[in-house]
């Protein structure tokens, strides 16, 4: 096998490496072609990847590195829209960290955003790479599950409630531990968007109401 390999770069920035293979050698004159191709290639690249991050900045929260409101929407409609045309499970977890002002007003708001990039990392840790997980609020987390029914995703929030409540983060000398609420719903089909939302978010409110650091399923 034989192969040709460019290294692609454009104002100083690198774009990436690509590579030709195939089983003989390739001649002068089809190096020469596709070096002319691949510079008249550099521009147009460039400027899609610039465009490209610019969108995925514009929907990730820069704190955790989760999606933002807008990138949860759009997920939302997708993973939604793909669910009923599959008639796939869906299921949605909603994540309130417990007594978060409390820990902003005791060790304050630094530490939070600690605890914040914590608690989005043990999410992280846990869920598909297919799965869209997002921050919509202050201290509250989304994760939409996709082919994935109730029990799975009551066994997924709990693995990760209780990493969560294992788990300390360290201010100065003191170890501090957190916990975090979670609420389920998985799409039936009458849900739309606002309905599973809203069943996944009085599941939540049913786990903070009964003591916190649990789970709560929408029984809906």
């Known amino acids: 096998r034989h192969y040709c390999s460019y290294n692609l770069e454009f104002n100083e920035v690198a774009l990436g490496e690509i590579f030709f293979?195939?089983?003989?050698?390739?001649?002068?004159?089809?190096?020469?072609?596709?070096?002319?191709?691949?510079?008249?290639?550099?521009?147009?690249?460039?400027?899609?990847?610039?465009?490209?991050?610019?969108?995925?900045?514009?929907?990730?929260?820069?704190?955790?590195?989760?999606?933002?409101?807008?990138?949860?929407?759009?997920?939302?409609?997708?993973?939604?829209?793909?669910?009923?045309?599959?008639?796939?499970?869906?299921?949605?977890?909603?994540?309130?960290?417990?007594?978060?002002?409390k820990i902003n007003d005791t060790y304050g708001h630094d530490f939070g955003d600690t605890v914040l990039k914590e608690i989005s990392s043990h999410i992280k840790s846990c869920i598909r790479t297919t799965d869209v997980f997002a921050r919509f609020g202050g201290e509250e987390f989304v994760v939409l599950l996709n082919n994935t029914d109730k029990s799975g995703a009551l066994l997924l929030a709990e693995r990760i409630r209780q990493q969560i409540e294992q788990t300390s983060v360290m201010f100065d000398n003191e170890e501090v531990f957190y916990t975090s609420s979670i609420g389920i719903a998985t799409m039936n089909n009458r849900d739309d968007r606002d309905s599973l939302f809203n069943r996944a978010d009085k599941a939540l409110y049913e786990a903070k109401n009964n003591g916190r650091n649990r789970v709560v399923i929408s029984q809906s």
């Open 21 to 101: 293979v195939r089983r003989y050698r390739f001649i002068e004159e089809e190096n020469y072609f596709m070096e002319k191709l691949l510079i008249s290639l550099l521009s147009p690249l460039f400027n899609a990847i610039k465009y490209n991050n610019a969108i995925d900045e514009a929907q990730t929260d820069p704190l955790t590195g989760a999606l933002n409101r807008i990138g949860m929407e759009k997920g939302f409609k997708r993973e939604i829209e793909l669910a009923k045309r599959n008639k796939d499970d869906l299921s949605i977890l909603l994540f309130d960290i417990d007594y978060f002002k």
